[in-house]
DNA sequence: AAACATATGTAAGATAATCTGACATGAAAA
DNA sequence: TTTTCATGTCAGATTATCTTACATATGTTT
């Protein structure tokens, strides 16, 4: 199932195609780029390429900006949310590893786990892209 | 079931994407479409828009040209393709048919056919993006 | 072999789509 | 009222794509 997340951070789609989905103007996603709330890949040529999760943030930050809520506020609810993400994945992954390590190998990561600290991944809430893909 | 034929065919990409997912250069893609084997939407600027079917031919295309198929074989070979798939809907449609639709129901839709003969529509047998998309 | 057809490469000139940066503005907050 | 926020709009620059035309390698027909 890691698959999937590949696909959904492909940059496929250009501004204007992101503007008709989303019935956004170039205008208001630049700005909601600009405050970081997304980071659309980019063309050599500097031109922005969004992935279907950019096109769900794009959806939700709609949403909620209907709902009045402001830049700083959307921020820090995709914080919670990735967080929130982050939180399931490790513990799934200490299921997992629970589950599958032998003795010998718990004793192998944990050499290693002591050793360097700190490594990062992105995580990965769908939104409702269901309406465009299956 | 019927949705996810709509967004199979929502043109979404740019030709330049395209060359990406299928390594398929402009000219050739170009030159398929010069010789109908697809027929991308165009933006009101004219550049090409390319829906999710019209990728699975173009890889199709790709695999039939390795083996050696040319454009007229190609073609003859969507053809086909296209006129079992119609097969199959219809023969799906008259099972539905038989089982939904009570006797009035039948006594209305013979007039109707009876008037007005040969609508048509596209039919869809889709090829491997699922490597893309899930 | 010569001539032709097929599939693709490549280049030129035109146009569309997108980019950044700047200034304008209405509504909400301070 | 003055600021701040979210968005609109315009200008000038650059990229991506378009069509048309000619070039070319490989395969086919005469």
Chains 1, 2 share one sequence.
Not at 19 to 42: F, G, K, N, V, W
Not at 48 to 53: A, D, E, I, V
Not at 68 to 86: H, L, R
């Amino acid at each position: 199932m890691g698959g999937s997340e590949i696909r959904r951070n492909m940059p496929l789609f250009s501004i204007g195609i992101v503007m008709q989905l989303t019935d956004l103007t170039a205008r208001q996603i630049r700005y909601y780029e600009e405050h970081e709330l997304i980071s659309p890949a980019r063309t050599e040529g500097n031109k922005r390429l969004f992935s279907l999760n950019d096109i769900d943030k794009l959806l939700e930050i709609k949403d909620l900006i209907d709902q009045g809520v402001n830049m700083a506020g959307i921020k820090q609810i995709f914080n919670v949310k990735q967080q929130t993400a982050i939180s399931a994945a490790e513990k799934k992954q200490a299921e997992k590893t629970r589950r599958e390590l032998s003795d010998a190998d718990l004793r192998k990561l944990l050499r290693k786990e002591l050793q360097q600290a700190g490594r990062f991944n992105r995580s990965g809430n769908h939104g409702d892209m269901s309406k465009f893909f299956h």
